[in-house]
């Protein structure tokens, strides 16, 4: 006897296109200068100057967390897109700071917000944000949600030794935030995403949460304070990163992912407006846009100045940043690309909002 076929599913009709439709961002009150930053490390405000292009970097209080933060960033973009929380389908968050393993950081923000939707977050360090709207575009063309939050944040300066010279002093804090929703024409283009994981401990955290935990056990158990006070400032996990072989792989690997984001939107480099790398470094983004031969007009984001390395929300801080000083961009294309521990990377070409 043959068994009736069963009945067809139903799914959501398909969005043409999609694109930016607000901006938003939170920068921290806090500004840490390199003189400060010298106090701890074997450095100075020349050196930084000259290697990074930093001068400045944006340090949240201890008051002020990674959901604080991205909450402003995205009540700004909400309000830009000109929507109500209530219109947000889905709510994403690139970040590798949150404290907790667990709830996301997406839900906090989403509930704090009154958004009773799709909501979790991203581990994907510096390319986190263009993962994060690489998905929010799957999800907005597929229909499962007619707008997306997506935000970059990060409260690095809880995640760093202040005498380590390898990436504590390229280090800030902040939140980027943009809303993706429905456009009759394109305005996103296809996502190029990726990862080299045979580097993974290129940037990396020195120490492990289990480490901490059982060399904790270990000196409660003997009894001895001032061990278990030596344990927990040894062992606490901080950034560390091999920056030579960081930054020959961001210089000559990711000036060809570029090229491939560029080549999947359809144009050439010349009908970009703005180019928004990730703010690893000055020199970094100078010489990728060397490579990608950006003629004189395209605007380069380099918000590191100011800014420093605020990994996730590098490139929304510094797109939001080219867009409030240069408001006649708008409407004009944009490269994104976001590259870093893991190592992963993500781009693609967007139509600024």
Known sequence: MTASQPPALTQPAPVAGTALLGLGAHRPDVIVDNEQVC??????????????????????????????????????????A????????????????????TPSAAAAVAGRLGIAAPAFDISAACAGYCYGIGQADALVRSGLAEHVL????????????????SISFLLGDGAGAAVVGPSEAPGISSSILGSEGDKWDTVSMDSSLLRLRDTLAEAQASGDAAALLDAESRLWPTLRQEGQTVFRWAVWEMAKVAQRAVDAAGIQPEDLTAFVPHQANIRIIDELAKQLKLPEHVLIGRDIVEAGN???????????????????????????????????YGAQVVRIP
């Open 39 to 80: 106090r701890w490390i074997d450095s100075s405000d020349e050196w930084i100057r000259k290697r990074t292009g930093i001068v400045t970097r944006h340090r949240a209080p201890a008051e002020v967390s990674v959901v604080d933060m991205a909450e402003g960033a995205a009540r700004e973009a909400i309000d830009d």
């Open 82 to 101: 000109g929507l109500a929380p209530e219109q947000i389908g889905a709510v994403i968050i690139a970040t590798v700071t949150h404290p907790f393993q």
């Open 150 to 165: 997506v935000v970059g944040v990060e409260k690095l300066s809880d995640f760093i030794d202040k005498h380590d010279r």
């Open 310 to 344: 605020t990994s996730a929300a590098s490139v929304p801080l510094a797109l939001h940043r080219l867009r409030a000083e240069n408001p006649q961009i708008s409407g004009g294309l944009a490269l994104q690309i976001g590259f870093g521990a893991g190592l992963v």
